[in-house]
T-cell receptor
């Protein structure tokens, strides 16, 4: 079985500062990894994904994440945040042998302050 | 290309009633997955359909069911509604492998 832990429930940060949202996962099989963002009263938007290849993946809106297999982590980073980045962020995994079923972390609320 | 659409966007029902939610996937996508989002439990997988067959199922009671039509559109049904079924129901579509999923805006169900 897989599980995902997002280490921070809330992350407050000032505008133009860097941010890191932490995600660890547990799985006995190989997985694919994702970050999604959810704005109020909306569905989930895919930020970026790791399927294979380079462990540093770049996504939309200037976000990037690094897959670390030895530490089973997939932390999300942005060098300079904007007010518009205020939202909830979800880390998710899907097993290569059990596709169709995303397992989500509990979410991290990013609060960008002016 | 149009995104995933879900109807209706909002629903209010009373305990004991049943409800049907609809999801139209992105054109060409054949896999549809459903999720329930609540403040307490977060995002939980309900089931996945591919080519009109349920391919994967989460840990929800039998009151939750779904189906998929030949055009890949999917519906989910909840019978005998309970207060705890109040949630945002999200569907997501993917091309075939069910890996990279694209989500719709969700249906907000309130059970009174």
């Amino acid at each position: 079985a897989q599980s995902v832990t997002q280490l921070d429930s809330q992350v407050p940060v000032f505008e133009e500062a860097p941010v890191e949202l932490r995600c660890n996962y547990s799985s006995s099989v190989s997985v694919y990894l994702f970050w999604y963002v959810q704005y109020p009263n909306q569905g989930l938007q895919l930020l970026l994904k790791y399927l294979s290849g380079s462990t540093l993946v770049k996504g939309i809106n200037g976000f990037e994440a690094e897959f670390n297999k030895s530490q089973t982590s997939f932390h999300l980073r942005k060098p300079s945040v904007h007010i518009s980045d205020t939202a909830e962020y979800f880390c998710a995994v899907i097993s290569s042998s059990n596709t169709g079923k995303l397992i989500f972390g509990q979410g991290t609320t990013l609060q960008v302050k002016p | 290309k149009a995104g995933v659409t879900q109807t209706p966007r909002y629903l209010i029902k009373t305990r004991g009633q049943q409800v049907t939610l609809s999801c139209s996937p992105i054109s060409g996508h054949r896999s549809v997955s459903w999720y329930q989002q609540t403040p307490g439990q977060g995002l939980q997988f309900l089931f996945e359909y591919f080519s009109e067959t349920q391919r994967n199922k989460g840990n929800f009671p039998g009151r939750f069911s779904g189906r998929q039509f030949s055009n890949s559109r999917s519906e989910m049904n909840v019978s005998t509604l309970e207060l705890g079924d109040s949630a945002l129901y999200l569907c997501a579509s993917s091309f075939s492998g069910g890996v990279e999923q694209f989500f719709g805006p969700g249906t907000r169900l309130t059970v009174l």
